[in-house]
Structures are given as structure tokens and as C-alpha cells.
């Protein structure tokens, strides 16, 4: 018979995890807890979204390596890289933050505090089970790969919306790239180096971790298309949300 065992820590990740991945998809599509930034800002009051979104992306890096102390003494050279891989990730979210993306308006506070919390619960995941070492095998070359493609692409898209905004400020239809195709592939792309990350780390719960943020993101490209499609009469119809030729 199947037992729940309470002092099992990896019991309690699954469990949380296989209660989020529906959840969080919904929440965002139904707007139970609609995160108030971008298209979706609060209408008065909120927080400089530069500032906002440093914070939220900054924190998860002292607590990745907060967990990862416990092995990087001893480190294989496959933790070194999981470890670079997870503190790349945000850091390159915070360069983008301050050097690249050109915001016209504020973050909510409490969005701030809830993305903060979720990135660090999803940042301190990863520096627990990285204390196991995985394989330099093929599946950890092809996460890697997946890895450094996803993150590439992330943000050659987020240049191509910031170049939208060279000359004149407010919002435009993006034509370039993936966008001629999707609504948001800075989503599509920023799955597929979480997927990547999963491959690398051999664990089920990563790969469970970025299908949570998947349904997260589809929601929300969803929402954003919804958005383009209210305030652009010539928004091309045929595309799609986040996924090129499925979703
Ligand atoms: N892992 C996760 O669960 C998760 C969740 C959310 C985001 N993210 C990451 O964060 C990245 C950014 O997400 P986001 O939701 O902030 O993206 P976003 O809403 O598309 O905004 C990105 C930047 O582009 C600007 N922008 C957006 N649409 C524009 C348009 N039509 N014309 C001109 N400028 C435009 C935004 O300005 P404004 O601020 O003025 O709108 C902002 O500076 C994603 O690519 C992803 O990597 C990850």
C-alpha cells in the first residue's frame, strides 16, 4: 500500500509540485492572482518595475548558493555547471533588467514579495538536489545544450522588444523573429532552458518545476495575446500564444 512519508523531504517536493503544475496555470489564467507588471500593472501605486524586478530576480542567487554550500566544497565538475547554469540564469535576468528591457510603468509591491518567494523556493530546489551529483552524460550535454539555446533565444527576443521601443515609447506589435509566429517566445524560449536544467540535473522534480512554469507562462501568454488582440484591430490572427505551431 502506498505511505506518505512525512520525514521524506522529496515526498513533500513532489507533492507540492504536483499540486502546483494545475494550479498555477489556472490561477493566472483565471486571474486569482493576477501578478501586476508589464500589460498587467496596477492601475495606481506599485514600485519602480527596474527595482522590482532586480529584487525578485537578485534574491534566488544568494539562496541557490546558500543550499549549494552544502556541496560545492566537494563538487563534481556536473554540479559546478548545474550551479553555474541555475545562478547564470538570474544574473542574466538582472543585467537584462538594468542594461536592456525599457519599462513604461511600475510593479505591484506584493507581486515583487510573491515573485520573490516563488523564484527563491524554485532556486533553493535546485541547490538541494544538486547535492546529487548527476552523469557527464549525453542527457546532461543535450540539457546543456537546451540550456544555452533557451537562454539565447530568451534574449534575442528581449532585445527585439526593447529595440521596439528605440524611438518612440508605448507598445507595438513585434514582427520580428519568433514573434512573427508566437505571441510571446521570450516565454517559449525561457521553458526551454528550464527543460534544459532539468536534462542536466537527472532529476524528475526540475523537469517537474518547468512544466509548473510552463502552465504558468502559457496562461500569461494567453492573457497577453488576449491583451494585443483588444488594442491592435491588424493583430495577426493566426498567432499563436507561446508554442510555434501548437499553443
Ligand atoms: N519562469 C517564469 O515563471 C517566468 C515568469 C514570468 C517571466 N519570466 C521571464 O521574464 C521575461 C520577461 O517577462 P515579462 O512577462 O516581463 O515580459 P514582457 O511583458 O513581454 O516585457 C518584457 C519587456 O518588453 C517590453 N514590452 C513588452 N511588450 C512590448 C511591446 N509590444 N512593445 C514594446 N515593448 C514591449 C516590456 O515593457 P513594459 O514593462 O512597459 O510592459 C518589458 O520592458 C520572460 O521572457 C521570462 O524570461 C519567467
Not at 6 to 11: D, V
Not at 86 to 112: D, N, Q
Not at 212 to 235: E, I, P, V
Request: aromatic content about 16%.
Amino acid at each position: 500500500m502506498f505511505e506518505f512519508n512525512l520525514a521524506a523531504p522529496m515526498n513533500w517536493i513532489y507533492g507540492v509540485l504536483v499540486v502546483l503544475i494545475p494550479l498555477i496555470g489556472v490561477a493566472e489564467y483565471r486571474g486569482w492572482f493576477q501578478l501586476e507588471y508589464s500589460k498587467f500593472r496596477p492601475t495606481q501605486g506599485g514600485m519602480s518595475s527596474r527595482l522590482g524586478m532586480f529584487i525578485l530576480y537578485f534574491v534566488p542567487i544568494p539562496v541557490h548558493l546558500w543550499f549549494a554550500a552544502a556541496y560545492l566544497g566537494h563538487a563534481t565538475l556536473a554540479q559546478w555547471l548545474l550551479c553555474a547554469a541555475m545562478v547564470g540564469h538570474f544574473a542574466k535576468r538582472c543585467l537584462e533588467v538594468l542594461f536592456l528591457h525599457k519599462y513604461s510603468g511600475p510593479i505591484g509591491r506584493f507581486t515583487v514579495v510573491q515573485i520573490t518567494l516563488i523564484y527563491s523556493l524554485a532556486s533553493a530546489l535546485g541547490g538541494y538536489l544538486f547535492a546529487q551529483a548527476p552523469a557527464l552524460d549525453g542527457l546532461f550535454a543535450n540539457g546543456t545544450l537546451l540550456f544555452l539555446i533557451g537562454e539565447a533565444g530568451n534574449y534575442v527576443h528581449h532585445k527585439m522588444l526593447a529595440d521596439l521601443r528605440a524611438r518612440r515609447s508605448g507598445y507595438f506589435i513585434p514582427q520580428a523573429g519568433l514573434f512573427r509566429l508566437v505571441t510571446c517566445p521570450h516565454y517559449f524560449f525561457e521553458i526551454i532552458a528550464w527543460v534544459g536544467i532539468a536534462l542536466m540535473s537527472h532529476q524528475w522534480a526540475m523537469l517537474l518545476l518547468a512544466l509548473a512554469m510552463h502552465n504558468y507562462l502559457a496562461a500569461r501568454a494567453w492573457k497577453t495575446r488576449q491583451w494585443y488582440r483588444s488594442r491592435f484591430a491588424d493583430y495577426p490572427p493566426a498567432r499563436k500564444c507561446m508554442t510555434p505551431g501548437l499553443l
